[in-house]
């Protein structure tokens, strides 16, 4: 089967794919990594996470033979989905998962995340978010439709990030299931546990892209303004994703 781990950027996207990888090796798959060296699917999927951008027909169709021969083609993707990897979803040739988070700490972290751009002198997309008004727009204008779009797509589990903070194993435990992985408390609790952000130190903690690894950042980081012009941009989706406004 195709993989999609789509995620909201600042959402713990790389976590939730390698206890993803983890979960399908368990279950007896190649892991991302071999999948992608045995079928030559660099120039598809790209970086240790497999990330493919959008998803276009030439590109879902390098990974059917992967697909075809039994293998899971884990993909990790930031972009919204196209029109065909929504048609492979709806088929079931593809499964998938979007984790999201509250746009008000996703705006916190893209900006920490320009300050940290700058200040190494990398070109990235970020780099220009030196507000916390300006990374509120920025959100509002690029995540919330792509969410949207996300959200309205047939057979996708979506997960929220606060859950993969403090229930881990109970979101793994849902991941499982919409995969149909058959994998016990257990194993998913070892799983769980390899990729414990409280204990892991060092290059490996890196790799996973942890930043603050919190909730409710907004709380104590916003003004009173700042909360109200995210109300104004967003209260509306906030609400339809579970959070109070």
């Known amino acids: 089967m195709i993989v999609i781990s789509g995620s909201m950027p600042k959402s ?5 794919y ?8 368990a279950d007896g798959y190649r892991s991302a990594e071999e999948v992608r060296d045995r079928y030559r699917l660099h120039g ?14 030439s590109k879902l169709l390098r990974l059917i033979p992967a697909h075809a021969m039994g293998e899971a083609v884990l993909c990790k ?3 919204a989905p ?17 984790i999201y988070r ?5 705006a916190l972290s893209a900006m920490n995340h320009g300050e940290r751009a700058r200040a190494g002198g990398h070109g990235h997309e970020l780099k ?6 300006d990374a509120l727009r920025y959100a509002a204008e690029l995540y919330i439709p792509e969410w949207e779009r996300w959200s309205s797509t047939q057979g996708l589990l979506m997960l929220r990030y606060e859950q993969m903070l403090v229930e881990p194993e109970l979101l793994m435990r849902r991941v499982a299931d919409h995969l149909g992985l ?30 603050k690894a919190t909730s409710g950042r907004y709380l104590d980081e916003m003004t009173a303004g700042q909360r109200a012009l995210a109300k104004d941009l967003f209260g509306r989706e906030l609400e339809a994703m579970g959070y109070a406004a």
């Open 18 to 25: 390698s206890m993803t990888d983890a979960a399908l090796v």
């Open 182 to 211: 058959d994998l016990d408390d257990g194993a998913l609790a070892e799983i769980v546990a390899r990729f414990d952000r409280r204990q892991l130190q060092g290059t490996t903690k890196q790799n996973l892209m942890l930043n």
């Open 82 to 98: 196209s029109r065909s990897l929504r048609a492979l979803m709806a088929v079931g040739t593809a499964r998938g998962t979007y």
């Open 102 to 106: 509250d746009l008000r700490d996703v």
């Open 77 to 79: 993707t930031h972009f």
């Open 12 to 16: 713990g996207s790389t976590w939730l």
């Open 44 to 57: 598809v999927l790209v970086s240790k996470a497999n990330e493919i951008s959008y998803a276009t027909p």
């Open 128 to 133: 220009d978010l030196r507000t916390v008004e």
